[in-house]
């Protein structure tokens, strides 16, 4: 559905992406993660058409996006914050859905309206946040597009909200399976919904791991300073506290029997990492990640 080969794109000669690789064949809710900068966002841009690459392939169910209605048909690409036209209401949402994408879903899109409390004679630009944000939802879901990409779909939704959206997402994956690429500073909200993970690092993936693989990383041991240095010697470590003579380390390990055996044996403490946590100190130290 997706292959992305030897990719490079950059402004004004400053590289983003850089021989990026990707491949997906099937249809697939997948999360996306990076820091402020990795090249999340140029490569939503990129999937969606918006730009065109200044050197690999890229090509989107068979197809070169950039410039291509044919293509850009069974794309929709809903930006954090995106643009809707000063007089808008709800019901020109739904009209230019229904315009730009051929399967649209007329009696999804109204479900949602109701479920997300929105109101249809209010203009879009006097919503909240949160009304912004399930409007921009509903395009998304109810687009029924073979590539959905979604940038921070959550942002400005209480937790009700959030609950509507997830279910919502699963229903829309089922009724309709296709491919979700949905971009996320919080994995941890989104990881449960997700197949597979993409994280990308200065412009090259760091993981494309399947999610239940990505949840196992990252171990956390305390206890007697002497001790967690002699049983992590030859382990990379990627945080580090220590209070008198404990010390608390992350590694960049899997949590599993064998650490767990560690830990008993040399009478330290050991937790499992959050997912989020760990992306942060991986990405954050810039280690080099072992396979």
Not at 24 to 38: A, D, F, K, Q, V
Not at 172 to 189: A, K
């Amino acid at each position: 559905m997706i292959q992305i080969k030897n990719l490079t794109y950059g402004y004004q000669q400053t590289p983003v992406l850089s021989k990026f690789n990707l491949h997906e064949t099937e249809p697939n809710i997948i999360g996306l993660w990076g820091r402020n900068g990795s090249g999340k966002t140029t490569l939503m841009s990129l999937l969606a058409g918006h730009y065109k690459p200044l050197e690999g392939q890229l090509n989107v169910l068979g197809q070169e996006p950039y410039n291509n209605l044919s293509a850009l048909e069974k794309i929709c690409y809903i930006q954090e914050n995106h643009p809707f036209g000063q007089n808008w209401k709800i019901e020109d949402v739904c009209k230019f859905g229904r315009y730009f994408h051929p399967n649209w879903n007329q009696e999804f899109a109204e479900k949602l309206i109701d479920l997300f409390e929105l109101p249809y004679k209010k203009k879009i630009t006097k919503f909240s946040k949160g009304m912004k944000t399930a409007t921009q939802i509903i395009l998304g879901l109810a687009s029924n597009a073979q590539i959905t990409i979604l940038d921070e779909p959550t942002n400005g939704l209480d937790a009700v909200k959030r609950k509507i959206f997830y279910d919502a997402l699963l229903e829309s994956y089922e009724e309709q399976p296709r491919l979700f690429l949905i971009s996320t500073h919080h994995i941890e909200e989104i990881q449960p919904l997700c197949e597979s993970l993409i994280v990308i690092q200065d412009g090259v993936v760091l993981f494309h791991e399947q999610m239940e693989v990505m949840r196992e990383k990252g171990v956390i041991l305390s206890g007697n300073s002497e001790l967690i240095e002699q049983v992590t010697s030859n382990t990379s470590i990627i945080e580090t506290s220590k209070i008198s003579s404990t010390l608390k380390v992350m590694l960049d390990e899997n949590y599993s029997n064998h650490w767990k055996s560690i830990a008993s044996e040399h009478d330290l403490t050991i937790e499992k990492a959050s997912l989020q946590d760990y992306l942060i100190n991986v990405t954050d130290r810039k280690i080099e990640v072992k396979s």
